[in-house]
């Protein structure tokens, strides 16, 4: 749901911040009221955070299999990380729809050690991330 407001600032210090933007007012602060147009979108609480995480290898050469819990009723999709080796750095690799608790992750280095993390999204607002759950690519 999208709402369109106008919000009411009485204006008494030099700067004045609204969210991302400020107003700087120059010379003598007098008593001002400023309308400021804007949109609030209104979301619904975070989804639950997906929960038993797994990994194991794939039925091909250079395959990872995860699978989660769905923990929430009200997700639209599930977005998967996924880091290779303890220290790397997680990146999105994928999508999948409400519901779907299952990912096959391919074209992997075999022998690497991937690491994967799961959240849901409702439209809005991500949820907490799942635990995580490692897997050596075959």
Same mark, same amino acid.
Do not use: M
């Given at each position: 749901?999208?709402?369109?407001?106008? *919000?009411?600032?009485?204006?008494?210090?030099?700067?004045?911040?609204?969210?991302?933007?400020?107003?700087?007012?120059?010379?003598?602060?007098?008593?001002?009221?400023?309308?400021?147009?804007?949109?609030? $979108?209104?979301? !619904?609480?975070?989804?639950?955070? !997906?929960?038993?995480?797994?990994?194991?290898?794939?039925?091909?050469?250079?395959?990872?299999?995860?699978?989660?819990?769905?923990? $929430?009723?009200?997700?639209?999709?599930?977005?998967?990380? @996924?880091?290779?080796?303890?220290?790397?750095?997680?990146?999105?690799?994928?999508?999948?729809?409400?519901?779907?608790?299952?990912?096959?992750?391919?074209?992997?280095?075999?022998?690497?050690?991937?690491?994967? @993390? *799961? @959240?849901?999204?409702?439209?809005? *607002?991500? $949820?907490?991330?799942?635990?995580?759950?490692?897997?050596?690519?075959?």
């Amino acid at each position: 749901t999208t709402i369109t407001v106008r *919000v009411k600032n009485e204006i008494t210090e030099k700067t004045v911040q609204f969210g991302d933007f400020s107003v700087e007012i120059g010379g003598a602060v007098p008593k001002t009221t400023i309308y400021y147009p804007g949109t609030i $979108s209104l979301c !619904p609480a975070a989804a639950l955070a !997906p929960t038993g995480l797994s990994a194991a290898a794939g039925t091909g050469a250079g395959e990872i299999r995860i699978a989660w819990t769905d923990a $929430s009723d009200t997700e639209v999709s599930f977005a998967i990380e @996924r880091k290779a080796g303890a220290a790397g750095t997680y990146a999105q690799v994928g999508t999948v729809g409400p519901n779907i608790t299952a990912y096959a992750d391919s074209g992997l280095a075999t022998g690497t050690t991937y690491y994967y @993390r *799961v @959240r849901a999204n409702n439209g809005c *607002v991500y $949820s907490a991330y799942s635990n995580e759950a490692n897997a050596v690519a075959p």
